[in-house]
Nanobody, 122 residues
């Protein structure tokens, strides 16, 4: 009943920037926490950033200061602005959401997009 579709993944050079977008539809009013996760080859999935209904954000230590999560006013689009990209940022990035929870980075999510691939080369 909630659909999430990511876009914006690309291959970029280390030090570059990229903005990911997530289009949300369905019963998005039920969500109070949305975020981004990533999974690199051979690694576990990790939470990258979250934003709650009030706009409070949280970030993984590995991306703090480089990535920014945000939403449009309608809450229908989620963004992840990624700056100063590193090869270690290479991963499939997933948009996700959940309702009825306290929001923190890495929290278990109920709804997931199919992912968008980010590849950082150097």
């Amino acid at each position: 009943q909630v659909q999430l579709v990511e876009s914006g993944g690309d291959s970029v050079q280390a030090g570059g920037s990229l903005r990911l977008s997530c289009a949300a539809s369905g019963y998005i009013g039920s969500l109070n926490c949305m975020g981004w996760f990533r999974q690199a080859p051979g690694k576990e999935r990790e939470g990258v950033a979250v934003i709650d209904r009030g706009g409070s954000t949280g970030y993984a230590e590995s991306v703090k200061g480089r990535f920014t999560i945000s939403q449009d006013n309608s809450k229908t689009t989620l963004y992840l602005q990624m700056n100063s990209l590193k090869p270690d940022d290479t991963a499939m990035y997933y948009c996700a959401g959940v309702g009825g929870v306290n929001c923190y980075v890495g929290i278990g999510m109920a709804y997931w997009g199919k992912g968008t691939l980010v590849t950082i080369s150097s």
